[in-house]
């Protein structure tokens, strides 16, 4: 089921929805571009992911990877050309409603340059040892991101 809001920066309308599968290769190329892992996206349940972009792009992908009652935030990216917009903002906020409204409790992300911007955002630094087993066994904590990414997490409010 694709869910679709509407969105406005700057005059141009953007669309913020669910992705289908045939977008897959758009949503490779925006996190590529932004260097960030795909390894496993193929893998991913996509009804937990979100797009934004207008009808002919798509400028902005996160989703979740759900682990038990808790998830692990997935690579959240912006193409360049609309970074600065506030868009990864609403894309945070989206993926935590997304998070709520499926019951999660908290949830966790790995990030080698933007923990300062997740900090603005009410995450904190998380120890590994205390990151719950299921989130460690994902293959983005495991293997896809390096042990030197900062580990964050943020509880819910349900």
Known sequence: MKVTQRAKHQGE??????PVKA?????EKLLTESGLPTGDLIEQDLSLFRVVGT???????????RCGDTALIRSIAT??????????????????K???????????LLTESAGAYFESKGYSETSRPDVPP?????RQFSSLCPDSATVMSKRLVM
């Open 79 to 96: 193409s360049p050309a609309l970074r600065g917009r506030g868009i990864a903002g609403e894309m945070v906020k989206e993926l935590e």
């Open 134 to 138: 299921a989130i460690r066994a994902s």
């Open 55 to 65: 009808p002919q792009t798509m400028d902005a992908v996160g989703g979740l990877e």
């Open 13 to 18: 309308q953007y669309v913020k929805r669910q």
């Open 23 to 27: 977008e897959l290769p758009g949503i």
């Open 98 to 108: 997304l998070a709520v409204s499926q019951g999660l409790k908290s949830l966790y």
